[in-house]
């Protein structure tokens, strides 16, 4: 590899995002440098490696290579050497702030490095400010609070200059100090111009936002705190070097309540501390972590999970044991320093981190969990499944809408309560169910009773167990009062509590034969002996058994045999029609399914049941087409749906609303309906995030949105859903690059290629690779989307997708060209050649269009080699084809390369008429404007026609000198 080729790679390796990979790359680097000999070379590799280290969390790395910079500079200077002095003046301040993270480094070395570092400043008439802010450090790390304040007076005296930290750092410093000082609302007022004007830096804004989190709750500004914590971590979740403050922020959870998320925070970087950037940094989140563990493990056994490590495997682990562990890893951590430093201050400062315990008053964090008050404990006791919601699956058991108290009669018999409880089930009545049975139990619990009156009490506990969603209680309690009904000789009796049986047996594959043999016997007996509405229940119960095997049609046709008014009971009538329209909707039959739905609803609504109300209106928002009347649907179950009603209703109002374009509502509505899931242990949260998430996205809340997405990519891929969590990883990915944050976009998309490396999943790598060279080309780092695009365009060859390889491949070459890489720019162009050759000749639009757009590819790189006969050659008739599909805009970008072309040749007469043309058509505001004048003024030069290219300039304000 030429020397030429490793400045080319070097420049590359500068490029990439801070981390493992980097440092990799720069390490490879180093090695091939010194053997080319180079060095200028090798010293600026150097230089880059030092800075590398320290913000790719492997600063003890950076000694070394600081190191052989400054004796390179010093023992034999060179011309080059001066072009970079500003920048090794500048990796002084890394290295005192990285040896005192050091306990092994004895306190005299980094002494001996500030002075050191003094002598170069003064010899070169810099400012002393930050050689003061760094003794101010020094003193402030050993507990030295006399001397700390005399290098603070003095940095805040002396006037800055280029060597002194940026305008976000220097403010964090401060806030630090002010905030450690108790002087919090100095510190707030010194962050807000900081916070209002631009900052640039690497380190900023997180880090003051993570210095401002106390000072901000201390001073009431809880709002402040919130938002500095949610945009802070964000911005700092994903680099090993800034694990010191992850620990802030998780301190910060702990101190405001937020205990789930601590544990969150600390469970996601736990496996860091097994390769902490420093023994200081590994001191503070070991000490952070464990105070959030023990006040997490308060609540009961909480255990998490911990990555495996050399020599210890991967698996849950007690919160509280962690805590010990960490405890003793943060107080040995401290009198290591103590040990070092001579003092005991780094022992009493982790004493107090260990102590930290919730202040006492709850801070919302959570874009996708809030807390909500308790259900009102007079609100009516519910069950988890329903007869009116098995079919579809809805929660939705509730009391009948307006019930007042219950009073069971004090006279009544056994066989009269059973009789009460009975009707007050089948009217969807769970408060006199429950305190009839209770009467019942208290009354003849231990009497000797008849036989049968025994078995009727067994078929209710059957319902009771079935609406605990029990089902193997309540399977065993319907065969045990089904063996005594047939002992005693109550066919009747026997055979509805077979059919209830069936249908409980049709839910698992083992029993389902047994269950539809019973359920259909069952339904002969009592429609040849039974009363009508024990005939219409038969076939009922015969539908939901076929609807369990999902043989729809079959169900259907034992519904058809159910009379309109079921036998004279309007609740089974409306849970009939409530079927119904369950099996029509599964047999695509939506407008029929969406009539039985309403008509559920409406005889709900007369009963004033709302159980069957809210399973009816959540039956009827999914078989509408207009979603703003799911939207009213939900509306009305939402007051009437009992809680574990409340999910179902929740989950569609929000997709309804989100289809009806009203995202910004929709919010809500999943934040509920995460909450609810997260409150009762339910699985599917995860899922939920997702959705929020991308609900946060359509309405701008880009933060939020990306918060949200990395809580469900990870309960995604702790259920091992990995294609969901894929996806999510996608929306993720397209959130970063929102928000700016372009390394982790890059990260994730790359993430997603790896995991979609098989031959079923070519097209979507393919898209995925595009999508990171889009972001890369976009940054600027032209060579790495390059890459990018090379790696699409093969994924798509391979997955026969020509016309997608040629878009790649010219966007490929593209980004060869303004990379600067004129070899490789060449090879693509050759590439896209060849692949066009395939294509030519296809009429469709799309085939037309990338032909067009690799010619103007092909002209551009042709142009730059000094190639312009060859670059005109291939712009012949392009603009024509792309205006025959209507693509003015690149017709006419098409054209003002032609122009610029005739003029590079010498064909002034040519270019003129033809660049009049193309800027008489632009939009006056459009950015081509400018570039065509330009090219027909120089046109209009060459043809010796001056006053019209000076009045041409004035027109459009273009500098006259300006070649």
């Excluded at 001996?112 to 400010?129: C, F, I, K, N, T």
């Excluded at 490590?309 to 951590?333: K, W």
């Excluded at 401290?334 to 315990?357: P, Y």
Aim: proline share 5%; charged share 25%; hydrophobic share 45%.
């Amino acid at each position: 590899m030429s020397d030429e080729d490793l400045w080319r790679v070097l420049r590359g390796v500068s490029d990439m995002p801070y981390g493992a990979g980097q440092i990799a790359a720069l390490e490879q680097l180093l090695r091939r440098v010194d053997a080319a000999d180079d060095r200028h070379l090798a010293f600026v590799t150097r230089m880059q490696a030092t800075t590398g280290y320290i913000y790719g969390g492997e600063p003890a790395k950076s000694f070394v290579t600081f190191s052989w910079c400054v004796s390179e500079f010093d023992q034999d200077p060179q011309p080059y050497h001066q072009r970079h002095l500003h920048n090794l003046l500048w990796h002084f301040k890394y290295m005192v702030n990285g040896l005192l993270n050091f306990p092994e480094v004895p306190l005299d070395r980094t002494y001996a490095v500030l002075d050191d570092m003094e002598r170069r400043y003064r010899a070169g008439g810099h400012s002393l400010q930050t050689v003061h802010k760094h003794r101010f450090r020094v003193a402030n790390h050993v507990g030295d609070a006399e001397a700390a304040a005399h290098w603070y007076r003095l940095w805040q005296t002396t006037p800055r200059d280029d060597l002194s930290d940026c305008a976000g750092c220097d403010p964090t410093s401060q806030v630090n100090y002010l905030a450690d000082t108790g002087r919090d609302a100095e510190a707030v007022a010194l962050s807000e111009p900081v916070l209002a004007g631009r900052l640039t830096c690497n380190e900023q804004p997180q880090a003051i936002l993570t210095a401002l989190l106390l000072p901000y709750l201390r001073t009431g500004r809880d709002e402040s705190a919130r938002d500095a914590h949610r945009e802070a971590y964000r911005r700092l979740r994903g680099n090993l070097a800034d694990l010191w403050d992850i620990g802030d922020h998780v301190e910060f959870c702990t101190l405001t309540g937020n205990e789930a998320r601590a544990l969150e925070l600390v469970e996601r970087h736990l496996d860091w501390l097994d390769r902490a950037p420093s023994p200081a940094a590994a001191m503070h989140f070991a000490a952070t972590a464990a105070a959030a563990l023990r006040q997490a493990g308060q609540s009961g056994e909480v255990t998490l999970y911990r990555r495996a490590a050399e020599g210890r495997p991967a698996g849950e682990v007690s919160a509280l044991l962690l805590a010990d562990e960490l405890t003793q890893t943060a107080t040995g951590l401290a009198e290591r320093f103590d040990a070092r430093n001579g003092t005991t201050h780094q022992s009493e400062w982790i004493a107090r981190r260990l102590a930290v315990r919730p202040r006492g008053e709850h801070l919302p964090l959570s874009a996708s969990v809030r807390r909500r008050p308790p259900r009102p404990t007079e609100a009516e006791p519910t069950t988890p499944t329903s007869r009116a919601s098995a079919a579809t699956g809805d929660v939705v058991r509730s009391g009948v809408v307006g019930a007042t108290a219950v009073t069971v009669p004090a006279d009544a018999g056994p066989d009269e309560l059973l009789s009460l409880a009975e009707q007050s089930w089948g009217r969807h009545d769970q408060a006199t169910f429950r305190a009839v049975l209770a009467a019942y139990d208290e009354r003849f619990g231990s009497a000797d009773l008849p036989p049968r009156t025994v078995a009727h009490r067994m078929a209710l506990r059957a319902a009771e167990r079935g609406d605990e969603d029990d089902i193997p209680g309540a399977i065993e309690m319907n065969r045990a009062a089904l063996e005594v009904y047939r002992t005693v000789g109550e066919e009747l009796s026997a055979q509805v509590i077979a059919g209830r049986l069936g249908v409980l047996l049709t839910r698992s594959d083992d029993d389902a034969d047994e269950g539809l043999a019973l359920v259909q016997k069952a339904a002969e007996v009592l429609d040849r002996d039974g009363d009508a509405r024990q005939r219409a229940a038969a076939h009922d119960r015969v539908a939901l058994a076929l609807l369990h095997r999902e043989r729809w049609a079959d169900a259907l046709a034992a519904l058809d045999r159910v009379p309109p008014d079921a036998g004279g009971d309007p609740y089974l009538a409306a849970r009939v029609a409530l079927h119904r329209a369950h099996l029509l909707e599964q047999a695509d039959r939506v407008e029929e399914a969406r009539a039985a739905a309403d008509e559920s609803r409406r005889i709900g609504r007369e009963l004033g049941v709302g159980e069957l109300v809210t399973a009816a209106c959540l039956a009827y928002a999914r078989t509408v087409d207009d979603p703003a009347d799911a939207v009213a649907a939900c509306d009305e179950a939402l007051p009437l749906a009992p809680a574990d009603a409340e999910l179902p209703v929740r989950v569609a109002r929000a997709r309804a609303l989100l289809a009806a374009g009203r995202a910004a509502d929709a919010v809500d509505d999943f934040v509920e309906a995460v909450t609810l899931c997260v409150e009762r242990g339910a699985e599917g949260d995860a899922f939920l995030r997702w959705e929020l998430a991308n609900a946060y996205r359509m309405v701008g809340r880009l933060s939020e949105a990306a918060e949200v997405a990395e809580e469900a990519v990870l309960g995604l891929d702790r259920l091992g859903a990995q294609a969901e969590a894929d996806s999510c990883r996608h929306l993720l990915a397209g959130v970063y690059a929102g928000l700016g944050e372009i390394d982790p976009a890059l990260t994730l998309l790359e993430q997603l290629a790896d995991n979609l490396n098989g031959p079923d999943n070519l097209p979507y790598r393919a898209q995925v690779l595009e999508e990171a060279g889009d972001i890369l080309y976009d940054a600027d780092r032209d060579a790495a989307g390059a890459e990018r695009f090379a790696a699409a365009a093969t994924a798509y060859r391979l997955g026969g997708m020509p016309l997608d390889e040629l878009r790649a491949r010219r966007r490929e070459a593209y980004a060869w060209f303004w990379a600067d890489d004129r070899p490789a720019a060449i090879r693509a162009v050759e590439q896209v050649d060849a692949l066009a050759a395939t294509l030519a000749g296809q009429p469709e639009p799309p085939v037309t269009y990338e032909l067009a757009m690799a010619a103007e590819a092909g002209a551009r790189v042709l142009t730059a080699e000094g190639r312009p006969d060859e670059a005109l050659a291939r712009l012949t008739g392009v603009p024509d084809q792309l205006r025959s599909i209507e693509a003015f805009g690149e017709a006419a970008q098409v054209e003002v390369l032609t122009g610029e072309l005739l003029l590079r040749l010498d064909r002034p007469a040519e270019a003129e008429p033809l660049l009049r043309r193309v800027l008489g058509g632009l939009p006056a505001d459009s950015r081509p404007v400018r570039q065509t004048a330009w090219l027909l003024a120089r046109a209009l030069d060459l043809l010796d026609r001056p006053a019209e290219a000076a009045a041409l300039r004035t027109e459009h304000d273009l500098d006259p000198d300006d070649d």
